[in-house]
């Protein structure tokens, strides 16, 4: 069964940094196009980041900016390391997988996601 987990959301101060974990099960995350977007409380999903199967990244706007995402191959596991972390990143961060994504990359339309790990970031 293919499926992801998310793990490491948690409770963390105005300017800490945290480090969310993707992991895949039944797949090898090189042979996909990895993703993690965020969905703020009343608010779309938002897309943040995605690593392709050749290691490449993408971020909106083409800039890394505070959040980085990568991947592990040896682990199997798709990072995504949070810094500068503010009030306004409070939100349910979710993982994304998709074999050949065959659209934009920004647009929600991964074919599998997880259940998603709560980021909540006090003042």
């Known amino acids: 069964q293919v499926m992801v987990v998310e793990y490491g959301g948690g409770s963390v101060q105005t300017r800490g940094s945290l480090r969310l974990l993707c992991e895949p099960s039944?797949?090898?995350?090189?042979?996909?196009?990895m993703a993690w977007f965020r969905q703020p409380p009343g608010q779309e999903r938002e897309w943040i980041a995605t690593?392709?199967?050749?290691?490449?990244?993408a971020y909106p706007g083409g800039e890394r900016g505070r959040f980085t995402i990568s991947r592990d191959d040896d682990e199997n596991i798709v990072y995504l390391r949070m810094d500068d972390l503010k009030p306004a990143d409070t939100a349910m961060y979710y993982c994304?997988?998709?074999?050949?994504?065959?659209?934009?990359?920004?647009?929600?339309?991964?074919?599998?996601w997880g259940q998603g790990t709560q980021v909540t970031v006090s003042s």
């Open positions: 994304a997988a998709d074999r050949q994504a065959l659209f934009q990359l920004s647009q929600p339309l991964y074919r599998y």
């Open positions: 039944g797949f090898t995350a090189r042979e996909y196009y």
């Open positions: 690593v392709r199967p050749d290691r490449t990244t």
